[in-house]
């Protein structure tokens, strides 16, 4: 599968626990990006990477939200001390630097729930 | 930020029917994408389409631009067409251009 991949799939967690979730992009993409979509809701944009750097942050939610991708290629995105309202569904997507069609190819998400 | 409206928010057709999306956005873009998000939440992209006209099989869309709008037709509807429909645009500069904002988006049920 050369799809973009996310991990875990699902993940249940107490308030106040960390989660972390990874996104393997497409190989030969180099751009990286993270959105959350809540119930009835489209995806709404968190951050995105071009290589290793992140060139925007300023969306992620709250200071509880990080993300990295050390070494240009996978991401993990961070939730500290989850709250409720975390719950949600949070995508990866990836794309070209250049791409004569420009679309922008998501994964199939991790489902978070804080109980 | 640009605001993204799509109608009509839910619509059921009988299989082999045909119908037509529209998405509305306040600023001009430089990126505009339609998405379909099948029952189990996968997001597949249908266009890329800041602007023209482009077909896929059953599926077209048309941008026009200077007017702010973006149309999706499905023709000869099947079940398997069923989910819902996003519409997404960006007008950042570069990589920025993919920050997206998404519509509510269309829930379409084609039923049998």
């Known amino acids: 599968d050369t799809g973009v991949s996310q991990d875990p799939r699902h993940k249940i967690t107490k308030r106040g626990q960390n989660v972390t979730f990874r996104c393997d992009p497409i190989s030969e993409h180099n751009r990286l990006y993270w959105y959350r979509q809540t119930l009835g809701q489209g995806p709404e944009f968190l951050t995105y990477?071009?290589?290793?750097?992140?060139?925007?942050k300023s969306r992620l939610l709250s200071d509880r939200f990080s993300a990295e991708r050390p070494k240009g290629s996978f991401s993990t995105l961070e939730i500290q001390r989850t709250e409720q309202g975390d719950s949600a569904m949070y995508l990866c997507?990836?794309?070209?630097?250049?791409?004569?069609?420009?679309?922008?190819?998501f994964g199939e998400g991790s489902r978070l729930t804080v109980l | 930020g640009i605001q993204v409206e799509q109608s009509p928010p839910d619509l059921i057709l009988q299989e082999g029917a045909n119908s037509t999306l529209r998405c509305n956005f306040s600023d001009s873009v430089n990126n505009l994408q339609w998405f379909h998000q099948n029952p189990w939440g996968q997001l597949i992209n249908l266009f890329y389409i800041p602007s023209g006209t482009k077909q896929n099989g059953r599926l077209s869309a048309t941008t026009v631009a200077t007017e702010r709008y973006s149309l999706l037709y499905i023709s000869s509807s099947q079940t398997t067409d069923s989910g819902v429909y996003f519409c997404a645009v960006g007008n950042g500069a570069g990589a920025g251009s993919y920050q997206l904002t998404f519509g509510k988006g269309t829930k379409l049920s084609v039923i049998p």
């Open positions: 990477f071009q290589n290793e750097a992140q060139l925007e």
């Open positions: 997507a990836s794309s070209f630097n250049i791409s004569p069609t420009g679309e922008l190819f």
